[in-house]
Nanobody
Framework: QVQLVESGGGLVQPGGSLRLSCTAS??????????MGWYRQAPGEQRDMVAK???????NYRDSVKGRFTISRDNAKHTISLQMNNLRPEDTGVYYC????????????WGKGTLVTVSS
């Protein structure tokens, strides 16, 4: 099993920044976290991919966050981070850490989510 725990959500004004982190743990964590990433679910909407990163550093971003969000990872610590700058109200939602899958496909492991609210 793989456990994913997110941190770093909160309330921020438009134009502000937040940094999310996710740490993976479990006795098979290395096998199922070659690709990790972040998904976002706004109220009443489906869960959409925000950013993903492979173990060797290849990344994929949804178009609306390119140039504003940066995903990174520390393989030794099984941790990924999402630096979110110039946040917009439409970035509001629950952000879920995801493990496994590929750059365009969600994996089977999910964290419980952390809420990001962008509002003045």
């Amino acid at each position: 099993q793989v456990q994913l725990v997110e941190s770093g959500g909160g309330l921020v004004q438009p134009g502000g920044s937040l940094r999310l982190s996710c740490t993976a743990s479990g006795n098979i964590v290395s096998r199922y976290t070659n690709t990790m990433g972040w998904y976002r679910q706004a109220p009443g909407e489906q869960r959409d991919m925000v950013a993903k990163i492979t173990r060797d550093g290849r990344v994929n971003y949804r178009d609306s966050v390119k140039g504003r969000f940066t995903i990174s990872r520390d393989n030794a610590k099984h941790t990924i981070s999402l630096q979110m700058n110039n946040l917009r109200p439409e970035d509001t939602g629950v952000y879920y850490c995801n493990g496994g899958g590929g750059l365009g496909v969600a994996g089977n492991y999910w964290g419980k989510g952390t809420l990001v609210t962008v509002s003045s």
